[in-house]
């Protein structure tokens, strides 16, 4: 059985025009994704029954499994959602007695006036299922049609989840999803590009329907989710858990977690394994890498600072660069790379230290020397390490991508695998290089 598709729509003109963020689409998509479903889209929709209409009929006559709508169940007029569904559906709206009496006693016992719009709420199209009511709200509700059930439910962030966690989940782990449950997990890359990724996994890519994978790119890093469905969990289990075993033999080192874990936070815990410190002297990256680090709270336990040498000055005065090595090499060097990092550990007085020289562009880029050109150092107790890698894109991506490699190129280091990126020599080694 192949997944069931769903769509999501949200109603409210504040979210059309971005007054207000969407944070219920992407969360309801989620949600549905980790059930097993496929979203198929996601759309925003302005108060108007004309729109509402137009898309609900689209969704129906595609026979998507799973119709999701959220928002315009309120009291006033311009929340449409219930006429609309009841008009693409060519069926009645009726009176639900039970909820009116539910709503008019919610307003009665904090002492208020019962509104005139509270009927409407209570309004619902015919042969629907109304839905538990969460906090005293006008509740959401369920219909079925042929192949396709519709649900409708509260916009507001709270409510929407309260009624999807009550109302639908249930219903769907049951119905739509055959009884299969699902087994989910994510797999985090770095130092690797996209392209690379699936060239590695091509040849183990698994090729049934009840196995899927999804790539995120993010900061450099690559999130693969994985999913695997089946009738059983434990066999669900088992499938996800053959494919992890394939996708990391395919990608060597470069899965740094299983989960939510980040980079820094696995960099960190290698540290404290050791109790070890960091420092970092950054170049093109400007900072990042510093704050990418600092982000994570509790640093301060291995991180002892860093340096934004920019120019090729600073580079000497606060890093010990030779002046004569910057002539003879250019500040985007293996041999700079390495001299800034061996500079930084010893003057800053950390175990580890890593180093960032590049060309982040658009300018400054020459035929031996591309835009995207960066070198990484990583000095050591006992070694210094230099990677070599040229990445492409805008000058952010480039600067994102370097500080990404650079906190993999410490992790590479530490955990002593081969660094990524092709690693070079200088030209004249100095005698703590290796
Ligand atoms: P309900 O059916 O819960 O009454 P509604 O759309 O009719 O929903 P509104 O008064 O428009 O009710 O929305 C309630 C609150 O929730 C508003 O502050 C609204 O901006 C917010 N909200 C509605 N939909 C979303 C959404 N998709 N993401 C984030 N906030 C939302
Ligand atoms: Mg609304």
């Excluded at 619902?124 to 959401?140: F, I, K, N, V, Y």
């Excluded at 782990?173 to 994510?186: E, F, I, K, L, N």
């Excluded at 031996?368 to 070599?388: E, F, N, Q, S």
């Excluded at 650079?406 to 004249?428: C, F, H, I, N």
């Amino acid at each position: 059985m192949s997944a069931p598709e769903a769509v999501v729509f949200v109603v409210g003109d504040e979210l059309v025009d971005a007054r207000r963020n969407d944070t219920v689409g992407p969360a309801l998509a989620r949600r549905l994704e980790s059930i097993g479903c496929h979203v198929r889209s996601r759309s925003v929709l302005p108060d108007n029954v004309q729109a509402i209409v137009s898309a609900l009929t689209q969704a129906l006559a595609a026979e998507i499994d799973i119709v999701l709508i959220a928002g315009g169940l309120g009291p006033h007029e311009d929340d449409r959602t219930r006429e609309a569904v009841a008009q693409s559906l060519g069926i009645e709206l009726e009176l639900d007695p039970k909820t009116l009496h539910r709503l008019e006693e919610n307003y009665r016992d904090r002492g208020r006036d019962v509104p005139e719009g509270v009927r409407r709420q209570a309004l619902r199209p015919r042969d629907a299922e109304t839905l538990p009511s969460p906090s005293g709200t006008a509740p959401g509700f369920i219909v079925r049609r042929q192949r396709s059930l519709l649900v409708a439910l509260p916009g507001a962030p709270r409510e929407a989840d309260e009624s999807f966690t009550r109302g639908v989940l249930p219903l769907l782990r049951r119905s739509v999803a055959g009884g299969q449950t699902t087994a989910t997990t994510v797999l985090r890359v770095a130092g690797l590009l996209a392209a690379d990724v699936q060239r590695a996994l091509a040849p183990v890519m698994p090729n049934s329907e009840a196995v899927r994978v999804n790539y995120l790119e993010t900061g450099g890093e690559i999130e693969l989710l994985l999913s695997a469905r089946a009738q059983d969990p434990d066999e669900a289990q088992q499938q996800l858990e053959q494919v992890v075993a394939n996708f990391e033999s395919r990608l060597g080192g470069h899965v740094f977690a299983r989960g939510k874990q980040s980079l820094t936070g696995v960099l960190a815990e290698l540290l404290r394994a050791r109790a070890w410190t960091l420092a970092s002297a950054e170049s093109c990256t400007g900072g990042l890498i510093g704050k990418r680090i600092t982000d994570l709270s509790g640093a301060s336990e291995f991180y002892v600072g860093g340096v934004i040498t920019y120019s090729d000055e600073h580079k000497v005065r606060l890093l010990g660069v030779a002046e004569d090595t910057l002539e003879r090499c250019g500040a985007v060097s293996a041999e700079v790379a390495a001299s800034m990092a061996q500079g930084c550990r010893e003057r800053l007085r950390a175990h580890v230290a890593v180093s960032v020289t590049g060309i982040a562009g658009p300018g400054g880029g020459s035929a031996d020397k591309p835009v995207g050109l960066v070198y990484i150092g990583v000095a050591l107790p006992d070694a210094t390490r230099v990677a070599r890698h040229t990445f492409g894109g805008e000058r952010d991506a480039i600067r994102q991508w370097s500080a990404t490699a650079a906190l993999e190129e410490v992790r590479r280091a530490l955990k002593d695998m081969d660094t990524l990126g092709q690693r070079v020599e200088p030209s004249e080694p100095a005698t703590s290089l290796r």
